[in-house]
């Protein structure tokens, strides 16, 4: 998912999985790597017009945090423990989470020198997804939102307590300590031009700060003389090639999972409201 990717067409074989892999039984695993398995109906959800849901954006996670040493990109779910609506931060829900055991890998911040950059996916009021950055060596937190007109989360508030939290857990002295970092929202962060691409517009922009936040943003359409619905056309097509770049590097690192795609350990049952639930064997 970084710029070299981005830039690349599909070949004959890559456009072969990426259609077999969309025309899959619902329940059909597609991807699977490491812990976690992407059934064809999440899939499809790169398709245009479709939110990317936790299976996938968690799936790409943990790609990112194969590829760099560096990063660390944490699930999903950890938002949602660290700062609930209505209720306040409260370090204790997220603490077994920080111990060097714990996969997440945030037993490592202030500890190990190479890991620099922490990135926090939120799913703001459930309905869009935002990311933000805490940079340990520019000693900043930023929130990168690609729809500027929907209301701030104020979610890097929250991880600059966490970090402050995390560094004095684990006796850090270097300076100066995260309760003195700047909590930013970036303005200059792309932005998506219809309201369902902030899941891929959230995967691009970590994977892209990552690799090099000085050219991050060069995917970004710049609108300069574009009239709105020039701007609007291009912004569109330009989700379109995210969404089948991040397809494509999903497919690209899956594991081998059988002609049948059945993951071998449960099955996937739908309920009347269309989300999809984990059912052990023996209870459908």
Not at 37 to 54: I, T, Y
Not at 66 to 81: G, K, V, W
Not at 165 to 187: F, L, N, V
Not at 254 to 268: I, K, R, Y
Request: overall charge negative; hydrophobic content about 35%; charged content about 20%.
């Amino acid at each position: 998912m970084g710029p070299d990717d981005y830039d690349r067409s599909f070949t004959d074989q890559e456009e072969q999985a990426y259609a077999t892999a969309m025309a899959r039984p619902d329940h059909s695993v597609v991807a699977s790597f490491q812990a976690f398995d992407v059934s064809a109906k999440s899939f499809r959800r790169l398709q245009s017009g479709c939110w990317l849901n936790d299976d996938v954006i968690n799936y790409c996670t943990a790609i990112l945090n194969a590829r760099d040493s560096h990063a660390l990109y944490l699930d999903t779910i950890f938002c949602t423990l660290l700062k609930r609506r209505n209720e306040k931060y409260d370090y204790q829900k997220i603490v077994q989470c920080t111990t060097p055991q714990h996969p997440s890998g945030l037993g490592k911040l202030f500890v190990d020198p190479n890991v620099t950059m922490l990135f926090v996916p939120a799913h703001v009021r459930s309905t869009h997804w935002t990311v933000v950055c805490a940079d340990l060596e520019a000693h900043t937190v930023t929130e990168y939102n690609s729809l500027h007109h929907s209301s701030r989360s104020m979610y890097a508030g929250a991880i600059r307590h966490f970090m402050q939290d995390i560094y004095t857990q684990h006796g850090a002295t270097s300076e100066p300590q995260p309760e003195a970092w700047p909590a930013k929202y970036a303005r200059y962060a792309p932005q998506q031009a219809d309201l369902c691409s902030c899941g891929a517009f959230m995967l691009m922009t970590a994977s892209w700060l990552a690799l090099d936040a000085s050219t991050a943003f060069d995917y970004a359409l710049r609108r300069g003389s574009m009239g709105q619905q020039e701007w609007t056309q291009a912004g569109l097509q330009q989700s379109d090639q995210m969404r089948r770049v991040i397809a494509r590097a999903m497919l690209a690192v899956s594991d081998e999972v059988g002609e049948s795609g059945e993951a071998p350990a449960v099955q996937l049952e739908e309920d009347d409201d269309d989300d999809i639930q984990l059912v052990e064997p023996g209870e459908v």
